[in-house]
């Protein structure tokens, strides 16, 4: 099992830039596909990109595509997400997620999630 804890949310204006972290504990994080996802108000869980274990392997949706950028250390446990060019539609709860080597685009994929930490754009 791993534990994951999100930070680095907040409050910016549109065409800032922010870098949500997740750092994980617990068991051998270097071991599992993570990915963030995201949950606007009264809306569905979405999917916003995902790295491979090992961190050859990435993938954004298309609204993520060109503006947001994920990566990982293994030696810390941690994912991050790197995000510029915010818009207020990208405001949400951003959650990070693992699952043991596999990982996917679905939030049925993954068997491990953080809390999730706020992120709102201001027009």
């Known amino acids: 099992q791993v534990q994951l804890v999100e930070s680095g949310g907040g409050l910016v204006q549109t065409g800032a830039s922010l870098r949500l972290s997740c750092t994980g504990s617990?068991?051998?994080?270097?071991?599992?596909?993570m990915a963030w996802f995201r949950q606007a108000q009264g809306k569905e869980r979405e999917f916003v990109s995902t790295?491979?274990?090992?961190?050859?392997?990435?993938d954004y949706s298309d609204s993520a595509k060109g503006r947001f950028t994920i990566s990982r250390d293994n030696s810390k446990s941690t994912v991050y997400l790197q995000m510029n060019s915010l818009k207020p539609e990208d405001t949400a709860v951003y959650y990070c997620?693992?699952?043991?080597?596999?990982?996917?685009?679905?939030?049925?994929?993954?068997?491990?999630w953080g809390q999730g930490t706020q992120v709102t754009v201001s027009s």
């Open positions: 790295i491979s274990w090992g961190g050859k392997n990435t």
């Open positions: 997620a693992a699952d043991h080597l596999d990982g996917g685009l679905v939030a049925e994929d993954y068997d491990y």
């Open positions: 617990g068991d051998d994080f270097g071991a599992y596909a």
